[in-house]
């Protein structure tokens, strides 16, 4: 794999950094690294478990950078809270992604980031965020009635189906995707290689499309917005993400670019996936326990805290499955971590999936799915940087009341009216994108409550 090879000098590379703990690829305990994505997953939880020391594991990047991975509360922590930007040197991810997001809030660093994140802020205050339950309301109203027909013919179903088959989805699939693929093959971080190849071209084409859809979109918007109109949702005046965003200015009078509003759009599949993967990890008691606390027929935001045992579902179901499994900074002056020097210009991959199975955190059974680990005393005990699925710190995400809003509506409205059944005789394999998928689809039967 990408950061080690046969004939790599370890002993040169452990004495010359930081002196913890580097991996071997093939000699005795580090294994070989998997090709398939769902062994490469095990594999960073098992490396994280076994040779972790002071809060990280060092690997030996490429062109002998080190990337550093931090994969317990208080490495996370540090990383967090610190001034660390997003890396977008050679070896960023980040700046293969900026073709795609722009210099969005996402991508950006300094004081762009900043400027966006108060431009941003407003358009998540709760009272934005309240008419949404009307929007997850209906949404999941459409997505019932599909499941319906599904149940009545009592044929399985991928749960991925009208995602992963929408144009739009398709091509962020296949822009995340090749990321992955600049790093198997690292001759294509350099962008006149990588632009000079199929999957370049496909990307550079990719994005051209995502962005046609959302200037598209925005353009409509923007002009109903020029012509005063309302903008309205049956009926009520309505004020929702996409207006603030393109009503906002700064200090100077200057507001978002198209890019830069854009990210609002990416984010809905991810979502989704992760609704079903907390259904798909419900059984027996747990099961009976979350129908109870799932009555409301259409919850609004004030219902939210009646759906305590459910929240505690759907976090045991990101920690299991983290939605976003990895998230990367560069540290741009020499960095201390757990007492060991980070030195300037490493990639620090703030490892959020083997966080979440870290064995001195969750204990030996983190592999299970219990929800109990967040009931409200569990939580009390916990530190804030042990569950991370939105990350944390000044650059945690800004849409996660948002994406926990939706999830607990359209998963109440699901669970109330079915019960759902894996059809085990199809192995859901993980894809570790830049969002967490499947290889080939998770298929499922559904079967109509009272019925
Ligand atoms: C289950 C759903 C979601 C998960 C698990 C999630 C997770 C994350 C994570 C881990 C980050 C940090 C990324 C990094 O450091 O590179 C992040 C950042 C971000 N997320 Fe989310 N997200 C979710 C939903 C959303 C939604 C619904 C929106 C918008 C409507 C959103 C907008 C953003 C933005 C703009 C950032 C960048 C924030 C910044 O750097 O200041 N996310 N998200």
Request: glycine fraction near 6%.
């Amino acid at each position: 794999m990408l950061y080690m090879g046969d004939d790599f000098n370890w002993d040169c590379s452990v004495n010359c950094v930081c002196g913890c703990q580097i991996l071997p690829s093939r000699t005795e305990g580090g294994g070989e690294f998997p090709k398939d994505p769902t062994g490469r997953i095990l594999h960073f939880i098992k490396i994280c478990n076994e040779y972790e020391e002071d809060g990280i594991v060092f690997l030996w990047g490429f062109f002998r950078r080190p990337i550093v991975i931090a994969c317990t509360p208080e490495s996370m922590a540090r990383i967090s809270k610190s001034n660390a930007p997003k890396s977008r040197g050679l070896m960023g991810v980040y700046r293969m992604i900026e073709p795609w997001l722009g210099e969005g809030l996402l991508v950006a660093n300094g004081q762009k980031w900043a400027r966006n994140r108060r431009l941003l802020t407003p358009a998540f205050h709760f009272d934005i965020l309240k008419p949404y339950t009307n929007v997850f309301n209906a949404s999941a109203d459409v997505l019932v009635a599909k499941l319906k027909s599904k149940a009545a013919s009592n044929d399985r179903f991928d749960v991925f189906q009208n995602v992963d088959t929408n144009p739009y989805v398709k091509a962020v699939n296949r822009i995340t995707d090749s990321l992955f693929h600049r790093f198997l093959y690292p001759y294509m971080l350099f962008d006149f290689i990588f632009y000079n190849t199929s999957v370049g071209r496909q990307f550079k084409k990719d994005c051209n499309f995502v962005h046609s859809v959302a200037e598209e979109i925005i353009h409509k918007r923007k002009k109903a917005l020029d012509g005063g109109e309302n903008v309205a949702l049956e009926g009520k005046r309505y004020v929702d993400f996409l207006d603030i965003l393109l009503t906002a200015r700064d200090e100077e009078g200057v507001g978002l670019s198209s890019l830069e509003v854009m990210i609002r759009r990416r984010r809905r599949s991810h979502g989704f996936c992760t609704r079903w993967r907390s259904i798909r990890s419900t059984r027996g008691s747990v099961n009976r326990k979350l129908i109870k606390c799932c009555k409301e027929e259409t919850p609004t935001l004030s219902d939210m805290p009646k759906f305590e045992f459910l929240t505690q579902c759907i976090k045991e179901g990101m920690r299991l499955h983290a939605p976003v499994p990895i998230v990367n900074r560069e540290v741009k002056e020499d960095f201390e971590i757990g007492g060991r020097n980070i030195p300037a210009g490493s990639i620090v991959q703030l490892n959020i999936w083997a966080l979440h199975h870290k064995e001195s955190v969750w204990g030996p059974d983190h592999m299970e799915f219990k929800p109990e680990r967040f009931s409200p005393e569990n939580v009390d005990k916990m530190s804030p940087f042990q569950f991370v699925p939105f990350s944390a710190g000044p650059r945690n995400c800004i849409g996660q009341h948002f994406a926990m809003n939706e999830e607990k509506s359209v998963l109440a409205k699901l669970l109330r009216n079915f019960t759902f059944r894996l059809d085990t005789s199809h192995e859901v394999k993980k894809n570790p994108s830049a969002v967490m998928r499947t290889v080939d689809g998770m298929f499922m039967y559904v079967e109509e409550r009272n019925a």
